[in-house]
């Protein structure tokens, strides 16, 4: 018989993601080993961790596209209550206010910017399926009020002046804001950034800095983000946590990691490699 699942968070009231004990084998590899850590409300939390470390496998994990062979991760939903994601559907935890974007930026290079921008509101389209075929009037004032927020939201980061273009053949700066926009069009309480600067230029990245930092004021949500540019993680990250072969090797403040030895030979090991 199934085990019952009797797990209870101990989330604090400023807290919103406790990830505890988690761990994913695939095959031999321990990708993720037995890692704990936790994000208060409205910080920007940076995870690093050398090539491989298993920080998109982490992020995998808590938004549910890989099944974890181990632990629990508990969140502070947009509704206000603490649930575990373990088990749940990858679009249940959109849902539930938990948004992110792609280290290898996805979007369909098919459809016009805006489009794709739209396709992150899809979860909150409340017109029928019937009503939205027959085109009734509910579902055209819908889909016009969600064309205005994702104007919006284009316009504040900079870029509807090419919201009918295609993404395809976009600059890859400009397909990171895209994925960026689609994650603000889901009332994000946590949004998790995967590699947000790489590719960018050093202009783009100190925009992207200050456009983190605003996002976090004016959406009122965390950030939890994975970057390789130790600078930008080390500008403006409240916290950070760093990772190697999948176990934690330190948690702290950015002058905290940046002075702890383990941390500095891990990523020395793996510049000798
Ligand atoms: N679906 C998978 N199947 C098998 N192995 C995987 C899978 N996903 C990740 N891995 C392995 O897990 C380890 C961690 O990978 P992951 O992509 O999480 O690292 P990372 O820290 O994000 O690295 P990078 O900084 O290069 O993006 C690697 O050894 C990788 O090969
Ligand atoms: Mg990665």
Redesign the pocket.
């Known amino acids: 018989m199934a085990e019952k699942n009797t797990a209870v968070h101990t989330l604090a009231p400023d807290e919103i993601l406790q990830v505890k004990n988690l761990s994913i084998n695939?095959?031999g590899?321990k990708?993720v080993d037995d890692l704990t850590f936790t994000l208060k409300e409205k910080e920007i939390f940076g995870l690093i961790?050398?090539?491989?470390?298993?920080?998109?496998?982490?992020f995998?994990c808590i938004t549910q596209f890989?099944k974890p062979t181990a632990g629990e991760i508990w969140f502070r939903t947009n509704k206000g209550t603490v649930e575990n994601l373990i088990g749940k559907q990858v679009h249940d935890i959109i849902r539930l206010g938990l948004v992110r974007t792609f280290?290898n930026v996805e979007l369909i290079r098919e459809l016009s910017i805006i489009d794709n921008v739209l396709i992150g509101a899809h979860i909150d389209f409340k017109a029928s399926v019937l009503s939205q075929a027959l085109k009734l009037p509910k579902a055209r004032r819908e889909e016009r009020e969600l064309r205005q927020q994702a104007e919006s939201v284009l316009d504040y980061l900079g870029i509807v002046e090419l919201k009918d273009q295609l993404a395809g053949g976009q600059p890859y700066g400009i397909l990171k804001k895209v994925e960026l926009a689609r994650t603000l069009m889901c009332q994000p309480r946590l949004i998790i950034l995967d590699?947000p600067a790489a590719g960018l230029n050093d202009v783009e990245t100190e925009q992207l800095a200050e456009t983190i930092h605003t996002i976090r004021d004016k959406y009122n949500c965390t950030i939890f983000l994975?970057e390789?540019d130790m600078r930008l993680v080390m500008s403006i990250c409240n916290h950070i946590c760093a990772i190697s072969f999948?176990k934690l090797l330190a948690n702290g403040t950015p002058s905290e990691i940046q002075n702890n030895k383990s941390v500095q030979e891990a990523y020395l090991g793996a510049e000798e490699d």
């Open positions: 695939f095959g590899l990708a961790g050398p090539n491989g470390a298993g920080k998109t496998t982490v995998n890989y280290q590699e994975v390789h999948g």
